[in-house]
């Protein structure tokens, strides 16, 4: 019976997260950019940094789906949503396999959650960049291989300050709230 409640507890923590991830995508500004579409100023990718500091590489699987269905909520994403799940879901992995063990789960040192957000940026950042090469700019916009590169720069200011804010802010909510449900004595899963 202890297991069956404790998959359940993972489930609806998975859930959670997802949810948190598909709301904070609505805290965002885009702008269209001069040739090949558009950035984002978002909040999101805190919330993909954190499921994999909080779940594990499970979280993963919670920044992905909650990534995808804001794009199947909006126009403007909704094509590219299944790429969208994962990057997203390469964020959120990224982040928890720095904590792959429960152990680092349960007490979070800030170096660790931030080494691991940084892994899941980079691995991101990485993947969003070859999205918006090989897909938005060579195969959707029809952009010569030049042009297409030269569309990346404009990605840049963008993806610095999501990727700033990421760092920043879930390292520091892992720990928090790590630290919170510990003086409670609760267990996420």
Not at 178 to 185: C, E, N, P, T, V
């Amino acid at each position: 019976m202890r297991s069956r409640s404790n998959s359940t507890l993972k489930i609806a923590v998975l859930a959670m997260m997802a949810a948190l991830v598909f709301a904070s995508n609505y805290l965002r500004i885009t702008m269209p950019i001069a040739i090949g579409g558009n950035t984002s100023f978002t909040l999101a990718n805190i919330m993909c940094c954190l499921s994999g500091l909080l779940l594990g590489p499970i979280g993963g699987l919670a920044s992905g789906l909650g990534s995808a269905l804001y794009d199947l909520t909006n126009p403007l994403f909704v094509s590219e949503c299944w790429l969208t799940f994962l990057t997203k879901g390469a964020m959120g992995l990224g982040a928890g396999l720095v904590m792959w063990k429960a152990s680092h789960r349960e007490e979070p040192t800030y170096p660790r959650c931030l080494s691991g957000a940084a892994l899941g940026c980079v691995i991101y950042y990485i993947l969003y960049f070859a999205k918006s090469y090989f897909y938005n700019g060579l195969l959707v916009d029809g952009l010569t291989p030049t042009v297409a590169l030269a569309t990346l720069p404009l990605k840049v200011p963008a993806s610095i300050f999501n990727a700033v804010l990421a760092l920043v802010a879930a390292p520091l909510l892992c720990v928090l709230i790590r630290s919170a449900l510990k003086r409670s004595h609760l267990k996420l899963a």
